[in-house]
């Protein structure tokens, strides 16, 4: 089996984000960025069924700008086998995205395409879905859990009610859950080791797809604040205040 | 051209926030139409027509309907959109899986999560975890819309009697098998609704400890919320987790104990009317949104908070 994985480099999950002044978009100069954490998911366990002697090929693909190539070459330091970087200026719309991650797919030839669930950037939830629809593949999206049965997988779904269990043929998309493993670091060596791996470069504009923005962002703005609450001294002042002050017991 | 609903139901009930997204669905155009699909589906189809901003329902019934897999709605929904200038339906975990699905087919970019309808056209919705709103105008001929439940009122849910219309089924995908759902049932409120969350965080440092919250959660008739770090610590399930990627809650009242407040559980809760935060750390950032901060050992806090609890003559349910 052979298993894309789809990256996406994103502002990191520790930082504060800052809304720009004139209300274009946020701060992203000397931000620090990393791989969307559910992406550092998808690629562990693609590497974790290639280790177990169920996939033959793990690649890890990138649709972005030219920094975007670090997620992939972090991909390739825990275990990828080979990048594609298909390179883009600015940012696309999860539609756009899907349609290119197509084309790698008809070119490539996976039976699965991993990616996370959500991108923590414009928190869209779009991308495996729209990408599974264009390729008329199965979905299985928020995986908890993965069993990989011959051409078939088991997958564990979290759901608002509870958990899902879902049997999908390959090919198939699989989006997953932060709780589907715990990516693995990578070592030293092994960073070494990935610089020397292949990365195919592609211009997007050679795909012959249409990435043109549907979508216009008229204003990027701060949300409200809330205003400064209160310390409370002890228990019996926190009840009196919410029974009294604030009235909701 | 009218709108059109995506009504979540079990096969038995419509679910709750098939109102908020109807009241989202009415500010767009009043004229909204409701699609329900799945397997003997009667009374939450009559609930449906049931919902006077619901003007007409469109019934589509198949067994193969029955477990709402996006792969078998998708196709079906795609060819009722002809007729509508919208599609919506509610960015939880039945919309987020459904709704791309549906406007990679209509060549569409669809709009996630929006918490205000501003015209006909143009939303704003919540990005990194909310921190930032962004104003969003869609030029696509149609739209594709999920709301946030929790920024929309439901609707009325009675007195309308709008005209059922059956349609076809599309063909079964079948490529895509439903094995089992196993769905936690709790006689609490549920927590995308209710009132009152009460909520524990890795604070709580083992399953078992969570009977704390539960009793004061019984007590005040609340729901059991949690932090990411709680259920992936393995004290509670999934369905309870708040935040970026787990449920957002807008309650009158949030009481997070143990949890130390980073911004992916803000994003989930900082919405919420009145917020009180349990904490031993003085420094935890839950502290920059509550409205009521306690610095205390929340296995001191818990127990005096139900005696406390116990002394009041009445408790709001």
Known sequence: MKILVAVKRVIDYNVQIRVKEDGTGVVTDNVKMSTNPPDDNAIEEAVKIKEAGKASEVVAVTVGEEKAQETVRKALAVGADRGVHVKVDGTLEPLAVSKILQKIADKEKPDLVFMGKQAIDDDCNQTGQMLSALLNWPQATFASKIDVKDNKLEVTREIDEGLETIEINVPAIVTCDLRLNEPRYASLPNIMKAKKKPIEEIAASDLGVDVSPRLEQLKVEEPPKRKAGIKVANVAELVQKLKNEAKVI | ?????????????????????????????????????????????????????????????????????????????????????????????????????????????????????????????????????????????????????????????????????????????????????????????????????????????????????????????????????????????????????????????????????????????????????????????????????LEADLFEALPQFMEELNKLNTIQK
């Open chain 2, 1 to 293: 051209m009218a709108v059109l609903l995506i009504a979540e139901h079990n096969n038995k009930e419509l679910r709750p926030f098939t109102l908020n997204a109807a009241t989202a669905a009415s500010q767009i155009d009043s004229d909204v139409h409701a699609v329900i699909i799945g397997q003997n589906f009667a009374d939450a189809s009559k609930q449906l027509c049931e919902i006077p901003v619901v003007k007409k329902v469109l019934s589509v019934e198949g067994a193969h309907y029955e477990n709402f897999t996006a792969e078998n709605f998708a196709p079906v929904i795609v060819k009722l959109a002809e007729n509508y200038s919208h599609i919506v339906c509610s960015a939880n975990t039945f919309g987020k899986n459904l709704m791309p699905r549906i406007a990679a087919h209509l060549d569409t970019s669809q709009v996630s999560d929006i918490i205000k309808v501003i015209s006909p056209d143009t939303f704003l919705r919540p990005i990194y975890a909310g921190n930032a709103f962004a104003t969003i105008k869609s030029n696509d001929a149609k739209k594709c819309i999920t709301i946030r439940p929790t920024s929309f009122d439901p609707c009325e849910s009675t007195g309308g009697s709008a005209p059922i219309e059956k349609v076809d089924a599309s063909e079964e995908f079948s490529n895509t098998k439903f094995i089992k759902r196993e769905e936690i049932k709790s006689d609490r409120p549920e927590l995308g609704t209710a009132r009152i969350v009460v909520s524990g965080g890795r604070g709580m440092q083992s399953g078992d400890n969570f009977k704390l919250i539960t009793e004061i959660a019984d007590k005040l008739g609340a729901a059991i919320g949690a932090s990411r770090a709680a259920v992936d610590a393995g004290y509670i399930s999934n369905d309870h987790q708040v935040g970026q990627t787990g449920k957002v809650v807008v309650p009158d009242l949030y009481i997070a104990v143990g949890i130390s407040g980073a911004i992916q559980h803000l994003a989930g809760m900082k919405e919420s009317k009145v917020i009180v935060a349990i904490n031993k750390d003085g420094e935890a950032p839950i502290f920059s949104v509550a409205d009521y901060g």
